[in-house]
């Protein structure tokens, strides 16, 4: 059984810095975090490649969100830096593949982790 398991999650005021991170089961597949604010829908928030040569942000987190992998360890991280209040939200792991480029429909989902940003 393919397992997806974030960590990294917490409470940091506004302008601080986070680091997320996510253990997968399986290698060689595209990565990706998403969030899901109270009341909002599901959104991508980055996503990387298998190789991890390919990368995307969505437009609120560019400049801010860096999102790396270690293939050594199969684990894919989100360093989110100059953090705001509306980041706030559950923030989901997830995976496709193998060998995808991207991620348009995950085919595995982590448990999620709770990032609050506090004004």
């Known amino acids: 059984q393919v397992q997806l398991v974030e960590s990294g999650g917490g409470l940091v005021q506004a302008g601080g810095s986070l680091r997320l991170s996510c253990a997968a089961s399986?290698?060689?597949?595209?990565m990706g975090w998403f969030r899901q604010a109270p009341r909002k829908e599901r959104e991508v928030v980055a996503a990387i490649s298998w190789s991890g040569g390919i990368t995307f942000y969505t437009d609120s987190v560019k400049g801010r969100f860096t999102i790396s992998r270690d293939n050594a360890k199969n684990t894919v991280y989100l360093q989110m830096n100059s953090l705001k209040p509306e980041d706030t939200a559950v923030y989901y792991c997830?995976?496709?593949?193998?060998?995808?480029?991207?991620?348009?429909?995950?085919?595995?989902w982590g448990q999620g982790t709770q990032v609050t940003v506090s004004s």
């Open positions: 399986v290698s060689n597949y595209a």
């Open positions: 997830a995976a496709e593949g193998p060998w995808s480029q991207t991620i348009v429909t995950p085919d595995y």
